[in-house]
C-alpha cells in the first residue's frame, strides 16, 4: 500500500497540491493536516505511521512537510523502517529508501547527524565544566535553606515521622529523607 501524507503550515493554506501530487505519484491513501512543523503534536504523521506494514510505502512531496530538521526526519525514517516500510520524497531524489542509492544517503545523513549530536555534547560538557570551575551550583535551586536543612537533620535524629517534618516545610517527604549532614 502507498500511503501519503501532506501537511501545511496554518489552516489558511492549502493542501490540495500536496494531495494531487501525492495520488499522481500513486498514493492510495493521504494524511495531510493543517499543523506547524515545530509542532510535536502531529497527530496525522502518528497516525500514518501507525498504518505502515511490511512492505508499504510512505510518500510525501517535500522533507520540509515531513520533518523540522535531520534529527526529525532520522527518528521517523528509523520508525518506517521498523514498521518494514519504505520512504520516498517526490522532490528529494535522493530522499528514498527504495533504492540502495537512497539508502545510502540516509544512511550518510544519519552518520552526520549522530556526528553533530556527539559534537553538541562535549560542547555542553564542557561549558558545564567551566561552569562548575567558576563556582556556578548547577541544577534546580534548593528548596531548603540550610538553616532548615540544619532543623530537619535534628528533627530526624529526634526519630519524627518524615512525612510529618515535609508538611511543615512544605516539600514532599522525600526531599526530607535525602537531606545528609
Known sequence: M???YARV??????AAAQVAALEAAGAEKIFQESRSGENRDRGELARV????????LLLVTRLDRL???SRDLL??????????????SLADAWADTTTAHGRLMVTVLGGLAEFERELIKARTKEGRDRAKARGVKL???SRLSA?????????KAAGEPLRDIARTYGVHWTTIGKVQP
Open 147 to 155: 538553616h532548615q536543612r540544619g532543623e530537619i537533620l535534628a528533627r
Open 75 to 88: 527518528n521517523i525514517l528509523h520508525e518506517v523502517g521498523q514498521r518494514g516500510a519504505a520512504f520516498r
Open 67 to 69: 520533518a523540522r530538521s
Open 49 to 56: 505511521l501507525k498504518a505502515l506494514g511490511d512492505g508499504d
Open 9 to 14: 503550515s496554518t489552516g489558511s493554506q492549502s
Open 2 to 4: 502507498i500511503y501519503g
Open 139 to 141: 541544577g534546580r535551586p
